[in-house]
């Protein structure tokens, strides 16, 4: 088998299932406006694939020893590894206090390492990186191990978090990742009364952000 045949069959492999990986992925990431993950997904998809096949036929002037196809599979499986890294989210474990209920508040903050066990006020500190990646439903669990999943209330239809701004510290905002820890399991939602979590947090932890900057 020739080295050409064989770069096409492995990254030919590779792209389809990176390719494969990406669609499932997308149809859990959060969209924008009324535009589903998938879709605004599947229109990044569409312009690496054109934009590699553009790169592929410069590339084929420079190495005209390798086939086109071998090319463009060695491209599109580089790119789709860079958008995998673009859409990756951590999955956060939550420790709470045992009983809690009520609003969980992840402050975007100044800390190096992210603070996930919350205080007695439900929050928790998040590492600017986390804050920014972060989409997916997290793993929350009382001090004393028991699993909170059923009792979660996500925010935002979209995704799990809601995006919370509080006012303000020093002319700042401060800005949160949130959901709520319902008092029954299986609830869609259930009323809290709103808070201004600037007047519960470290204010030596959080990271505040100009108005209307963010």
Not at 68 to 89: E, P, V
Request: charge should be positive.
């Amino acid at each position: 088998m020739t080295t050409d045949r064989k770069l096409k069959i492995i990254f030919g492999l590779l792209s389809v299932g990176l390719l494969t990986s990406l669609l499932f992925k997308l149809s859990n990431v959060p969209g924008g406006m009324i535009l589903s993950g998938l879709f605004l997904g599947g229109m990044m998809i569409v312009g690496i694939i054109l934009g590699c096949l553009l790169l592929t036929g410069i590339m084929r002037l420079l190495f005209k020893r390798t086939s086109f196809l071998a090319i463009f599979f060695i491209t599109t499986t580089i790119s789709f590894i860079a958008f995998h890294y673009q859409l990756y989210s951590p999955t956060l474990t939550i420790k709470v206090p045992n009983g809690y209920k009520g609003e969980i508040n992840l402050v975007l903050s100044n800390v190096d390492e992210n603070i996930l066990t919350v205080d007695s006020n439900g929050i928790g500190y998040l590492t600017e990186w986390t804050f920014n990646k972060t989409y997916t439903r997290p793993k929350v669990e009382q001090i004393d191990g028991k699993n909170l999943d059923a009792y979660l209330i996500g925010f935002n239809p979209s995704t799990f978090f809601g995006k919370r701004k509080s006012c303000c510290i020093g002319k700042r905002e401060v800005h949160s990742l949130s959901f709520k820890i319902g008092t029954k399991p299986d609830m869609n939602d259930e009323y809290f009364p709103g808070r201004n979590f600037t007047e519960i947090l470290d204010t030596n932890k959080a990271k505040p952000i100009k108005l209307d900057t963010y």
